[in-house]
């Protein structure tokens, strides 16, 4: 049987910078992922948007945490990963969206984050040519950003591996043994381990994970799709998000990346709930009518492929990180609610002070996003 201080199932998003950041502490660490490299599930999926603008208090700070680490990496250690600071940009162009937004501001305020209302004016500098007719201002967070998923994904592996971690790849668990409260063994199709902590970091298949220790969690993937377009000279800065619903679809948004590409994704209304990866006939026509509508000029763009991965959904729009009850060895970090590439760094390095520390750090964090919460509402800017 192999042994290891923290064994991570899912090198992902939240998998792979987690086992850099167990590495570097000391711990032997081991991940364990069934596709074939890192990020293969629905990190690849990703847009690259990293922002801080949540209207959760623990996600701002997790996220505050990952741009430093982006940062860090492009111009501390000159690791290209294409981040642009082009700051998210949430538009108003109702008076419930304006009012929510500045409601919003104090406890985006409060919480630290460097976030404003703006007005038209400066919105159409920031982003020449959108639509200006009824729009009423918006928040602005010049912080925020985007960047490659494939780059920052591969480099976080990189380090990982440099630091000391293990990566299994093209291995699949099969089952986990509990003795007492603890996960004594798992096994997969190839190998047997023990572990003083096991992590699930399975993205879409987390709750079919969780049950092979008798335990329920609200877990479900929802498909959603993203397309890009050719490069074009820059012309745009921000991330621009709309989260005005129409009977269709509910938020979009787009942005210029640092190579000139324009990214673009949509919520469908309602949400899919399914497993299916393959693109639809439907996603296009339906996302380019409301953002050439927002951005007339959009529409001499040429789209050059679309893509479809998976929201791993809990029923607030919250992820879960929670050390469950009776489980004394098990840790989740789980429902990421496709926000997993902009939570992963941060959280990867929090939650590994915690696995390496013998005190309780970042308990506020395990208290806040705990399994057992009552998952009532929906964050408002999700």
Request: hydrophobic share 40%; charged share 25%.
């Amino acid at each position: 049987m192999t042994t290891c201080d923290v064994l991570i199932i899912g090198a992902g998003s939240v998998g792979v910078p987690l086992a850099w950041y167990c590495a570097q502490a000391g711990l032997k660490t081991i991940v364990i992922e069934q596709e074939a490299s890192w990020g293969r599930g629905q990190n690849r999926a990703a847009i690259g948007g990293v922002r801080a603008t949540h209207s959760d208090p623990g996600k701002i700070k997790i996220c505050q945490e990952s741009i430093n680490i982006i940062k860090d990496l492009q111009f501390g250690r000159g690791i290209d990963l294409e981040w642009h600071s082009g700051g998210y940009l949430f538009v108003a162009y109702d008076e419930e969206r304006e009012q929510a937004f500045r409601k919003l501001l104090l406890t985006q305020k409060k919480a630290g984050l460097n976030i404003d209302w703006i007005e038209p004016e400066r919105i159409s500098q920031l982003a020449p040519g959108v639509r200006m007719n009824g729009l009423r201002g918006g928040t602005y967070s010049p912080e925020d950003g985007y960047c490659s998923p494939l780059m920052t994904n591969t480099a976080l592996h990189r380090l990982a591996r440099q630091a000391g971690a293990e990566f299994r790849f093209g291995e699949r668990v099969l089952s986990m043994t509990l003795e007492g409260d603890r996960i004594s063994m798992v096994r997969t199709d190839q190998e047997e381990y023990a572990a003083g902590r096991v992590v699930n970091a399975a993205g879409a298949t987390a709750a079919e994970l969780a049950s092979m220790v008798n335990l329920e969690i609200p877990v479900h993937p929802d498909a959603h799709e993203a397309g890009v377009t050719d490069p074009v000279e820059r012309f745009m800065e921000p991330m621009l998000v709309d989260i005005t619903p129409d009977q269709e679809s509910g938020n979009y948004y787009f942005y210029q990346a640092e190579t000139g590409q324009i990214v673009f994704c949509i919520t469908p209304k309602p949400q899919i709930w399914e497993r299916d990866c393959d693109n639809t006939s439907s996603f296009l026509p339906l996302v380019l009518r409301r953002m050439t509508r927002l951005y007339p000029r959009l529409a001499n763009l040429r789209v050059r492929r679309t893509w479809r991965g998976l929201y791993p959904m809990t029923p607030d729009g919250l992820p879960i990180i929670a050390e469950p009850e009776g489980i004394s060895n098990l840790l989740l970090t789980v429902g990421m609610c496709g926000q997993g590439f902009m939570l992963g760094p941060g959280l990867g390095k929090l939650l590994a002070q915690r696995l390496a520390g013998s005190g309780k750090e970042h308990q506020d964090l395990l208290d806040e996003f705990t399994l057992y919460r009552k998952f009532e509402g929906m964050e408002l800017l999700k």
